[in-house]
């Protein structure tokens, strides 16, 4: 299977304990994104990759958050002292191109419930 | 601000009936527009985007968009649905002169289609 994975694909976690996530995309795209989504709601953009540098982060993003793609490749995403609040699952999308009107292709996503 | 807005939380249809799920964006350029699907257990897949050129723009599983630049609206259409198309239905929309590459959701309509 050629498409964009994810691992670990669940994660249950005790308030306060840090947790990674990672997001292996499409080989050959360069640009990679990272969403949230919680039940009822749509992905929520949290931040954005292209290439390695990362472009742009959501102002909803707390300093909690940080995510890394070192060398253009996979992608991890991090969250130190879990809350409940960060209960969601977690969505790594990848696409080829700058341009921005290529359609993404999303992994099965990370769901992470924090007790 | 980019928005979108999908109206219906839930569309019913008998199956062979044509179907339309909402959407409306609000972007202070132009738009890159976009459909996706959700299946239980799977990631968003790809159903079609609108760049430029014709308003009607046609996409997998034999779905089409009509892309209404006065109404701004992008409601997704079938003209005769199917059991297996009941899922969750995503619009998106990019801003193409924001300078931002991100891309704003709809919170989805979930589509049930009768036997």
């Known amino acids: 299977d050629t498409g964009v994975s994810q691992d670990p694909r669940h994660k249950i976690t005790k308030r306060g304990q840090n947790v990674t996530f990672r997001c292996d995309p499409i080989?050959?795209?360069?640009?990679l994104y990272w969403y949230r989504q919680t039940l009822g709601q749509g992905p929520e953009f949290l931040t954005y990759?292209?290439?390695?540098?990362?472009?742009?982060k959501s102002r909803l993003l707390s300093d909690r958050f940080s995510a890394e793609r070192p060398k253009g490749s996979f992608s991890t995403l991090e969250i130190q002292r879990t809350e409940q609040g960060d209960s969601a699952m977690y969505l790594c999308?990848?696409?080829?191109?700058?341009?921005?009107?290529?359609?993404?292709?999303f992994g099965p996503g990370t769901r992470l419930t924090v007790l | 601000a980019q928005s979108v807005a999908q109206p219906e939380d839930q569309v019913n249809v008998a199956e062979g009936n044509p179907l339309t799920v909402k959407c409306t964006y609000s972007?202070?350029?132009?738009?890159?527009l976009f459909w996706y699907v959700q299946y239980p257990n799977r990631g968003l897949q790809f159903l079609l985007k609108?760049?430029?050129?014709?308003?009607l723009v046609k996409g997998s599983y034999g779905f089409e968009a009509e892309f209404n630049k006065s109404q701004t609206s992008f409601h997704l259409k079938k003209p005769s649905a199917l059991v297996s198309d009941s899922a969750l239905y995503f619009c998106?929309?990019?801003?193409?002169?924001?300078?931002?590459?991100?891309?704003?959701f709809g919170t989805g309509t979930r589509l049930k289609v009768l036997a």
């Open positions: 999308a990848s696409t080829l191109g700058t341009s921005g009107y290529n359609e993404q292709f």
């Open positions: 080989s050959e795209h360069n640009r």
């Open positions: 990759f292209q290439n390695e540098a990362q472009l742009e």
């Open positions: 972007v202070s350029g132009n738009p890159y």
């Open positions: 609108y760049i430029t050129g014709d308003n």
């Open positions: 998106a929309v990019r801003d193409t002169t924001s300078g931002t590459y991100k891309y704003i």
